[in-house]
């Protein structure tokens, strides 16, 4: 059976990381895969398991693994989506390399292929620009700043009273990802902003039936996928 679209972000992970081992060494090896992405060889096995069902993957018994026609398509179309999101994150909107390599990482398995097509097009449409030797930054047309936002990945501090979303990530400032661990709260929890003091500092949200008060500080190391209003 073949059924990339069945495949879970860490199924994606893997395929991804298993494809660079391949293009790199020729042979994939449980071990390589383990070492990349810092896990146990038990996780890895039980992954290619999963992959092979799916038709993506094929294993002998002590062998090395081997990507089939469709593992390698539907890890490449993963690994162009990471691309074009990292190009878009380090040339259009000016983040950081790291940050960029991360939240790229996150966003790959989220957007659908419609907006990552129109984010490649906006890419295209920048690129133009600096070829006619276009000075400055890019401008952003109305309709371009519309594809960015249907991203709807925002800081939680950057949401507005009555805003739900999906947290996405959680940074790592010790305060609040300790205060989020020690009541279960993790990456896909649902979240309301309940309100703001005037100046923006602190506010209250809802999670999990908590309701909680978050410095500016703590909430900008916080993204979330913000719900359609």
């Known amino acids: 059976m073949n059924?990339?679209?069945?495949?879970?972000?860490?199924?994606?992970?893997?395929?991804?990381?298993?494809?660079?081992i391949q293009d790199s060494k020729k042979i994939i090896k449980v071990s390589d895969v383990a070492n990349r992405l810092k896990i146990s060889k038990a996780s890895v096995t039980q992954a290619i398991t999963k992959l092979k069902k799916l038709g993506l993957a094929n294993q002998e018994s002590y062998s090395p693994v081997t990507l089939t026609h469709a593992g390698i398509e539907a890890a490449k179309k993963i690994r162009?989506?990471?691309?074009?999101?990292?190009?878009f994150l380090t040339e259009i909107l000016d983040i950081d390399n790291k940050i960029?390599?991360?939240d790229?990482?996150?966003?790959?398995?989220?957007?659908?292929?419609?907006?990552?097509?129109?984010?490649?097009?906006?890419?295209?449409?920048?690129?133009?620009?600096?070829?006619?030797?276009?000075?400055?930054?890019?401008?952003?047309?109305?309709?371009?700043?519309?594809?960015i936002d249907t991203i709807k990945?925002?800081?939680?501090?950057?949401?507005?009273?009555?805003?739900?979303?999906?947290?996405?990530k959680i940074g790592n400032k010790s305060t609040v990802k300790k205060r989020f661990a020690e009541m279960g709260i993790v990456n896909n929890s649902n979240i309301e902003i309940l309100g703001t003091a005037p100046l923006g500092d602190p506010m209250e949200v809802l999670i999990k039936g908590y309701k909680l008060t978050l410095r500016k500080s703590e909430a900008s190391d916080i993204f979330v996928r913000e719900e359609n209003k």
């Open 3 to 20: 059924n990339s679209n069945s495949l879970s972000p860490s199924l994606e992970d893997y395929l991804e990381i298993m494809l660079d």
């Open 80 to 87: 162009d989506k990471h691309k074009i999101l990292k190009k």
């Open 100 to 102: 960029a390599e991360k």
């Open 104 to 147: 790229a990482c996150l966003m790959e398995h989220i957007l659908s292929i419609t907006t990552i097509n129109k984010i490649s097009e906006l890419i295209e449409k920048a690129e133009e620009l600096n070829d006619n030797n276009y000075v400055g930054k890019v401008n952003i047309s109305t309709r371009d700043k519309e594809i």
């Open 153 to 168: 990945i925002k800081r939680l501090d950057e949401l507005k009273k009555g805003s739900k979303g999906t947290i996405i």
